[in-house]
């Protein structure tokens, strides 16, 4: 069965937000062999409103390997309870949700196929792991304090509990760490 991937890139003090600003001087060799691993394990992305807002204007057209090419060539399905509909570019593999995200994920997930990412898109994510429907979270946590924006998680956001499958640092000191659910939610 396939399985739902996130991937995250992230500041030490869990701003998710623009990584853009802080990331480029620690994107190595390492971090494009990370990035080309995990997308060429995946033939699908799910995407949340607000990182298909921000993407589909410059994706389509863009040219940054080796992103641009898979990102331009899968089926995305765009999760939202306000847009009315998608597109990308002059492609047509964008797909809406509306409905129940449990639903849609099983779907997805009993299709044949590789994994399905999901990048960017925090609110997702975090939605996807408090409904347990988060096979792994992929982390790539850089050694920069952004000092302000969007963190993933906030405050009183139930407990999860997480094991780590896998952790490695990059030559540049980015930790990309691989979390699965550990099982079931604790009360607090």
């Known amino acids: ?3 739902v991937v996130a991937r995250l890139l992230m500041s030490l003090d869990g701003v998710v937000e623009s990584p853009d600003i802080w990331e480029f001087d620690h994107f190595d060799d390492d971090m494009r062999a990370d990035l080309g691993s ?9 995407l949340g409103r607000t990182t298909y807002q921000e993407w ?7 040219t940054i ?14 999760v939202s309870t306000t847009l009315e509909e998608v597109k990308w570019g002059d492609r047509n593999n964008a797909t809406l949700v509306k409905g129940s995200l ?3 994920i099983a779907e997805l997930k009993q299709q044949p196929g590789k994994d399905i990412g ?5 609110t997702l ?11 792994e979270l992929r982390l790539a946590v850089y050694p920069v304090v952004a000092g302000s924006g969007k963190r993933l998680f906030k405050d009183g956001s139930a407990l999860k509990r997480l094991k780590l499958a ?3 640092t990059t030559a540049t000191g980015v930790s990309v760490l691989t979390h699965q659910p550990a099982g079931k939610e604790v009360e607090r």
């Open 1 to 3: 069965m396939r399985k």
């Open 38 to 46: 995990q997308i060429s394990g995946e033939d699908a992305m799910l």
């Open 56 to 62: 589909e204007p410059y994706w389509p057209t863009a």
């Open 65 to 78: 390997e080796p992103f641009a090419s898979h990102i331009n060539r899968v089926p995305k399905v765009v």
């Open 102 to 104: 449990a639903e849609a």
């Open 118 to 122: 999901v990048h960017g898109s925090p």
């Open 125 to 135: 994510i975090e939605s996807l792991l408090q409904n347990d429907l988060l096979d």
């Open 166 to 168: 896998d952790s490695k």
